[in-house]
């Protein structure tokens, strides 16, 4: 499922824009466990996601039987989009379980690395 965080763009007015966002995670699992969070671009004004958007932004592996844990991360996101009104974009983010579960799983900031979401006006 689908979660908003408080992160959102207002567009004010239409025109073709750059959007990026720097995703942080944080994923706590105790083996065995196989958890990712996936975020995407949300445009609240017309309901649908932000065509291709989607990254996986962190994942953790822990194998009980070996006690070997492993993780990956993909976190930025960038995507050029016509809007023909004013605009509201969201950040959301999912937590899959696809083994084990997460004890923890954040979209994250702290002094070692902020999530962001900014964008660029380039035109009518």
């Known amino acids: ?8 763009l207002n567009l004010f007015q239409s025109g073709l824009y750059e ?6 995670g944080r994923l706590v699992g105790t083996s065995p466990v196989n958890a990712y969070i996936t975020a995407r671009l949300w445009d609240v004004t ?17 194998d009980a039987g070996t006690g070997q844990g492993s993780g990956n ?3 930025p996101i ?3 989009i016509y809007t023909a009104a004013p605009t509201r974009i969201r ?3 999912k937590l899959t379980n696809a083994a084990g ?14 999530t962001s979401l900014r964008y660029h006006w380039i035109r009518f």
Not at 1 to 8: F, I, N, R, S, V
Not at 19 to 24: E, F, G, I, M, Q
Not at 46 to 62: M, N, W
Not at 101 to 114: E, K, L, M, R
Request: no cysteine; net charge negative.
């Open 46 to 62: 017309s309901g649908a996601a932000v065509p291709d958007s989607e990254r996986l932004v962190y994942q953790t592996i822990g």
């Open 101 to 114: 579960a997460a004890t923890v799983a954040q979209i994250y900031s702290d002094n070692q690395g902020f």
């Open 73 to 75: 991360g993909t976190a």
């Open 78 to 80: 960038s995507e050029v």
């Open 19 to 24: 959007l990026d966002a720097d995703v942080r």
């Open 91 to 93: 950040l959301q983010a």
């Open 1 to 8: 499922m689908w979660t908003d965080t408080p992160l959102e």
